[in-house]
């Protein structure tokens, strides 16, 4: 069986992955908060624990793999624009546009993800529909003296917990002094958290012990994780972003009600996308979404692809360069395994994958197997990776129908090179040329194209 090995964070090394029960494989990844577009850097996890989920997987099988990302629906931003509407005359109650709006977000966040080629989870659970189990839990803390109730808020004490701080390394005193914590006089330590909070008669709200009110978001995941995979469970992901304080209260929360658990084994944090040095944020403005990407006439493959060709623990920049790179390569594989059936997955392509995620290594391994014309290779190996598939081969007959041919004149033009058979490497060249494509001379085995402004796509087809 195939050896895999995580970078855990909880740790800090790379550690030999032994699932608790092989027969079910559980993993569960921090999801989106549901008020808006997924800008670009939120893609980053899901293709990243993507590629995870395909891995795993292809070594348990595909019935012995759960992989579970939540949507939080509990927000300020999508109460902000519920009470918008109804402000500007929406029919319908609060609630009622509350969920609507989650609703509308969740559906474009699973058009666009599917554009990537991202598996959906095996379970997408929303913060609403599990309220009753996060009530349970907080009373648990609270019973156990791990939580205590406040004008109405209830508090995580972060002093009842001796490994607070831990995942993240860092001391309860350095966390005051480096965080923006929110003083309130009713908490005992500055950083203890919210469990939960009152909620006022305009905003949605849950009845409960301690009145009116709305979970905090850490506790959101604590709840669902332990319902969807139980106390211990064998991988947590997210952006490094959420290291801390989300996960390290994550963290305190379900050690703290289920002391018998472990909670997640193996703690795994994508780095993040950046946009000229600062990570890729909506508060900073500095975004744009897949789906402006997608509107472009980016290819979905083409995205996966660039954001794959960086290590996931490895900040990133998204460039045009890296696009067009990526596009041109994904249109040469294409073509070259048109006609191909997938083969086994190669060894050395499954080796890198398996070493803690390297895609990097795994498309340098298609450059490999791509130079050498080994299209069932190919094939099955990008198939891994999530690449050159049918269900995202839709771009080549969206966007571009006719670079098809153009891919197909490409490589009859280099053949006649390399068999120096001039006289028809021209030939072709005058047919590109007439249907106003130039063909570009690159590095070995590298095609690429211009299409000029005569570009005439009737042209082409006539021929
Ligand atoms: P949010 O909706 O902000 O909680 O983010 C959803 C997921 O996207 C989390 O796993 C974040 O860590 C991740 N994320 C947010 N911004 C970036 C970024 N610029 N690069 C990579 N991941 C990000
Ligand atoms: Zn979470």
């Known amino acids: ?66 992989y579970v990302r939540n949507f939080t629906d509990v927000d300020d931003k999508i109460n902000a624009t519920a009470l918008a509407r109804k402000e500007a005359g929406a029919e319908g109650t609060l609630e009622e546009l509350v969920q609507q709006r989650s609703d509308e977000t969740i559906d474009w966040y699973h058009q666009d993800m599917d554009a990537l080629g991202a598996l959906r989870p095996d379970q997408e659970p929303r913060a609403t529909d599990f309220i009753p189990q996060m009530i349970s839990m907080i009373e648990g803390l609270i019973a156990m003296d791990h939580a205590y109730e406040a004008e109405g808020h209830v508090l995580f004490a972060v002093e009842s917990y001796a490994e607070y701080g831990k ?26 958290f919210v469990l939960w909070k009152p909620s006022s008669d305009d905003l949605p709200g849950w009845d409960s012990p301690w009145g009116r009110g709305r979970p905090g978001w850490h506790i959101e995941c604590s709840a669902m994780s332990f319902e969807l995979l139980g106390e211990s ?52 403005g ?29 900040p990133m920049d998204w460039t045009a360069e890296k696009t067009s790179d990526a596009k041109a390569t994904l249109s040469k594989w294409r073509a070259l395994t048109k006609d191909a059936v997938a083969g086994e997955v190669p060894e050395a392509l499954l080796a890198a994958v398996a070493d803690d995620l390297n895609t990097a290594g795994a498309i340098a391994e298609l450059h490999r197997l791509a130079s050498n014309q080994e299209a ?21 007959a969206i966007q571009e129908s006719h670079d098809d041919k153009i891919i197909a004149l490409m490589l009859a033009r280099r053949d006649a090179r390399q068999s120096k058979d001039f006289a028809e490497a021209d030939r072709i060249r005058d047919i590109l ?29 006539a021929l």
């Open 1 to 66: 069986m195939t050896t895999i090995k995580l970078y855990n964070t909880r740790t800090r090394s790379k550690e030999v992955f032994t699932p608790i029960d092989p027969d079910n494989v559980r993993m569960y990844v921090c999801g989106p908060t549901v008020y808006d577009r997924a800008h670009l850097g939120n893609a980053r996890p899901v293709l990243v624990f993507d590629v995870l989920n395909r891995l795993l997987r292809h070594v348990y099988g595909d019935d012995h793999v759960t």
């Open 167 to 192: 995942l993240s390394g860092r001391t309860v005193d350095d966390m005051i002094a480096g965080a923006r914590v929110e003083v309130a006089p009713y908490k005992r330590n500055p950083m203890d």
């Open 233 to 284: 469970f064998d991988i947590h992901g997210g952006g490094n972003d959420l290291m801390f304080p989300h996960h390290e209260n994550e963290i305190a929360q379900s050690r703290c009600a289920h002391p018998s658990g472990d909670f997640a084994k193996v703690w795994m944090h994508n780095e993040m996308l950046q946009v000229e040095g600062k990570k890729m944020s909506k508060s900073l």
């Open 286 to 314: 500095n975004f744009f979404t897949v789906r402006d990407l997608l509107d472009q006439g980016i290819p979905g493959e083409v995205i996966r692809f660039v954001m794959l060709s960086t290590h996931y623990r490895k």
């Open 376 to 396: 069932p290779a190919l094939k099955a190996g990008a198939g891994m990776l999530g690449l050159l598939g049918q269900d995202l081969g839709g771009w080549v």
């Open 433 to 461: 040329r007439s249907a106003g494509v130039k063909p570009m001379d690159t590095h070995a085995g590298n095609m690429a194209w211009e299409k000029t402004a005569d570009f005439d796509p009737k042209k082409l087809e």
